[in-house]
């Protein structure tokens, strides 16, 4: 397992939390928090290790359309990027509607 | 009735030291041992799973807890229950050395997982109506062979000695499932505590009221049994003026370490029951 | 020529409907089906993702853990009355019980009697997605399964305490033995509910005893539809959340059962001894020899 921290610039503030998927083979959990920080914090839990260029890449890309201000987990379980961007829009869904 | 030796274990072996004169009954059974003793005036009921080669299910000639054992598991409890029901209840010991459940095609088919269930019902019965139930770990306490015989009770004892394992599944079972060697999930033991087998690293998660130390479990002397039968009347008699349930298994030194977790999760829960 | 094929006959009509309208529960996700289950809009769940829970055993073994440990607490109403919904997510390992999520259960089961002893009613329901024990945290999760078992023969004492084995994981290990304890089964025909799992059985007894590969062996010993017609289960459903929502309505309303399945102890030690081991009826033979209705 391997633990992954990120930051990203807070703009957005959310009122609203979100919490999508299962820590399920080739799939992931994601929780969004408002936070009140001057930047968000994303930590990623993953049980495959060395892809920390991938996350990297995958949540550099979402927090360019979506700047929020939040705290975010990932729990994952060996899901590929493609399935972590679409949690991660499910998960920003939740804390838009 | 076979006419031959029957097969010794530790199960038989403290049945028979702690039955002392008392006469088993004729559970039907070759599989299932029962005596009432009588221990200083405390009337005792033992009960105890030991091997039997001539058992009517082949699955289950190897002192495991099969389709017929919990059943007569739960007549036998539910007998002393009833038996009681206008007198003083009896104590109620399960002696443990069970290697596992049965497993097996017809174990599977006639509903193993309800025989297992009638015989924790029991326990839980006899324990809520009034009878101390102390399980005493002499041997293997694998899996479902410890949720049907013993973890209902109101006290867990066990013997402090090699050979005494407490787990959900056999090691080799195990590491196989968990993709590990043997060795290394005898590494794990040592800082997953849930996971050892030794009984000592079991202790350290509170479910055991005490760890009885210096004890041969295979060949005990006459004053190492007098020893055991002694702690077990004592755990007895603390019963009767503090039965508690389940939950008091959280309430020493050991469980506020090592099961911190399971004590935080019911604190919370409990705050967050009613809507704000 | 052309003909559309469309027969708007009633009653073909009716079943194309209900088909389309059929809401699979097998393919919900623990918190789905716990808020399908209830009333609308009632769904209010205890100890969520985000509170933040400690999970002291699995980033110890290098094992990601999840946010609810893989059990779903939900309070709210089922036919208009205060129900709990204890939901097993059988995607996180397995729905394996650890220290946590089997904690959870046990203390929901513990709070609902209490609710009861202080004359507050609550209708308890058990979705049971599970391997059983968590052999990550092996005796520790066998010592809370215990307490579950505890609390639900407590409990069912005030009220129904009712279960649901849907699939596709089923209902094995301890929880099985659970299982065999609630007041009330509802199963679906994917359903399995048995104490070993069939890989176990075949690695402790071997391949001839039993394939574990072989589906329809299998589901003739313990499915669902076997489970129901040999009366270890009191109703089969298809998978539908309206049937399964009825069917559990149903046996609400039964109320207390006088004698539990695990207390009828003669009854089924007169049934095992109408087998003979050494000419074992299969899955069919034993729905004639032990019909739906258990007899006293």
Request: no cysteine.
């Given at each position: 397992m391997e633990t992954l921290n990120f930051e990203y610039k807070a703009t957005q503030r959310l009122t609203r939390r979100s919490h999508v998927g299962v820590v399920g083979s080739g799939d992931l959990e994601v929780l969004i928090e408002p936070s009140n920080q001057s930047t968000s914090h994303v930590r990623v839990r993953t049980?495959?290790?060395?892809?920390a260029q991938i996350w990297k890449a995958v949540l550099d890309r979402f927090f360019a359309r979506f700047e929020p201000a939040a705290h975010v987990e990932i729990n994952d379980f060996g899901a590929t990027p493609g399935t972590v961007t679409l949690r991660l829009e499910q998960a920003a869904e939740g804390v838009r509607s | 009735m076979s006419l031959r030796a029957p097969v010794s274990s530790r199960g038989r072996t403290w049945f028979e030291a702690l039955a002392e004169n008392a006469l088993p009954i004729n559970t039907g059974l070759g599989s299932l041992l029962v005596a009432d003793p009588t221990w200083e005036g405390e009337r005792v009921r033992l009960l105890v799973i030991v091997p039997d080669p001539q058992n009517h299910f082949p699955r289950a000639r190897h002192g495991e807890l099969g389709l017929e054992e919990g059943w007569a598991l739960a007549h036998h409890v539910r007998d002393a229950i009833a038996a009681d029901s206008s007198s003083p209840k009896r104590a109620i010991v399960a002696i443990v050395d069970v290697q596992s459940q049965a497993y097996g095609r017809l174990e599977a088919l006639l509903g193993i997982h309800l025989s297992l269930a009638a015989a924790a019902d029991a326990y839980a019965t006899a324990r809520t109506a009034g009878h101390p139930v102390v399980a005493l770990i002499v041997g293997t306490a694998l899996s479902g062979g410890l949720l049907a015989h013993?973890?209902?009770?109101?006290r867990l004892l066990a013997l402090g000695a090699p050979g005494v394992i407490v787990h959900a599944m056999r090691k080799a079972s195990a590491a196989r499932i968990t993709r590990r060697t043997v060795e290394e999930l005898d590494e794990l033991g040592k800082t997953v505590i849930p996971m050892a087998y030794d009984i000592r690293q079991f202790a350290k998660l509170g479910l055991l009221h005490e760890l009885i130390?210096?004890?041969?479990?295979?060949a005990p002397s006459a004053a190492q049994i007098a020893k055991v039968k002694e702690r077990i009347a004592a755990a007895i008699t603390d019963i009767r003026s503090n039965p508690g349930d389940l939950t008091s298994r959280l309430d020493n030194a050991e469980a506020k370490v090592t099961r911190a977790a399971s004590i935080e999760v019911r604190r919370r829960l409990a705050e967050q029951w009613n809507a704000p | 020529m052309t003909s559309t094929i469309h027969s708007d006959n009633p009653i073909t009509k009716e079943r194309r409907d209900r088909f389309l309208s059929r809401q699979s529960v097998i393919e919900m996700r623990a918190r789905e089906r716990a808020r399908a289950l209830l009333d609308p809009g009632s769904f209010r769940e205890v100890?969520?993702?985000?509170?933040?829970?400690?999970?002291?055993w699995l980033p110890l073994q290098g094992i990601v853990p999840e946010s609810d440990d893989g059990v779903v607490v939900a309070r709210g109403q089922f036919a208009g009355k205060p129900a709990v919904i204890m939901a097993i997510e059988g995607a996180f390992q397995g729905g394996g019980m650890g220290e946590v999520s089997a904690t959870k259960i046990a203390a929901a089961l513990a709070l609902a009697r209490r609710d009861w002893e202080s004359s507050r009613p609550i209708l308890p329901v058990l979705l049971l997605e599970t391997g059983g024990v968590r052999l990550q945290e092996a005796n520790l999760g066998e010592a809370v399964v215990a307490e579950i078992h505890a609390e639900i023969i407590a409990l069912r004492r005030h009220t129904p305490v009712i279960g649901v084995i849907t699939g596709m994981i089923g209902c094995f290990g301890g929880m099985s033995i659970a299982a065999g304890l609630c007041s009330y089964l509802v199963v679906l025909p994917q359903a399995r509910l048995e104490l070993n799992g069939p890989e176990v059985i075949e690695q402790e007894a071997g391949i001839d005893e039993l394939n574990a590969g072989d589906k329809h062996l299998i589901w003739s010993l313990m499915g669902g539809e076997q489970r129901y017609e040999t009366g270890f289960v009191d109703a089969l459903v298809e998978d539908d959340v309206k049937a399964l929502r009825q069917a559990v309505q149903a046996l609400a309303e039964?109320?207390?059962?006088?004698?539990h399945r695990s207390e009828m102890v003669e009854e089924y030690r007169r049934r095992l001894a109408t087998i003979d081991p050494a000419a074992p009826p299969d899955g069919p033979a034993l729905r004639r020899m032990w019909p739906r209705e258990v007899k006293s």
């Open positions: 049980s495959v290790d060395g892809y | 013993g973890d209902q009770g109101h130390a210096g004890i041969d479990a295979d | 100890l969520n993702p985000f509170d933040r829970l400690e999970f002291p039964r109320g207390v059962r006088s004698r």
